[in-house]
């Protein structure tokens, strides 16, 4: 059953709803593990408005940076998103990409090693240009690394690019 689906593209593009419709098709009670930290009133009501659109049949985690703490053998399970935990991981370490890096990764192992159905989500936000903002630029990297570590670890990578599902691996 293990397999680990990586869902990549820019904000809006259709990848979290691609998730869900692609975990569905696989479980009738599939996992959704949200990474976000609530940051303000706004992005609280974003999450709310996530969680109402998603019905009964979905067991609701909320987990900012252990995964690995949740057991979740023969589950499906989307992840949403890898650009948040990164963010967690990026901020508790004061920018320090290396170190940031290192962690997730080594997390990232923990947490797959478990026989499941991962389907990560993550942002391409390398795609545009370069930031005048030093720490952007940083987490511009470190995203990136990630999204590569992770693509090269995927059975089968997805852009999203309008809604429209595109196969890169």
């Not at 680990?4 to 098709?25: C, E, F, M, V, W």
């Not at 990232?108 to 499941?116: K, N, S």
């Not at 995203?143 to 999203?160: C, K, P, T």
């Amino acid at each position: 059953m293990k397999r680990i689906i990586l869902i990549t593209g820019g904000q809006r593009s259709g990848k979290s709803s691609y998730a869900q419709q692609l975990a569905l098709q696989q479980s009738s009670n599939p996992v959704y593990l949200a990474t976000s930290r609530i940051w303000d009133e706004e992005h609280r009501q974003r999450i709310e408005r996530h969680q109402q659109d998603r019905g009964s049949e979905w067991t609701n985690i909320e987990e900012e940076k252990q995964l690995s703490k949740h057991s979740l053998e023969g589950r499906v399970v989307v992840i949403d998103c890898l650009t948040l935990w990164a963010t967690n991981f990026f901020y508790d370490n004061d920018g320090n990409v290396a170190e940031a890096l290192s962690l997730l990764k080594e997390e990232f192992d923990l947490f797959t090693r478990q026989d499941a159905y991962f389907i990560f989500i993550t942002n391409e936000i390398g795609w545009g240009g370069t930031s005048v903002n030093e720490l952007q630029r940083k987490f511009t990297d470190l995203q990136g690394w990630l999204n590569q570590f992770v693509a090269s670890r995927a059975d089968e990578v997805i852009a999203m690019i309008s809604g429209i599902p595109l196969t890169i691996k």
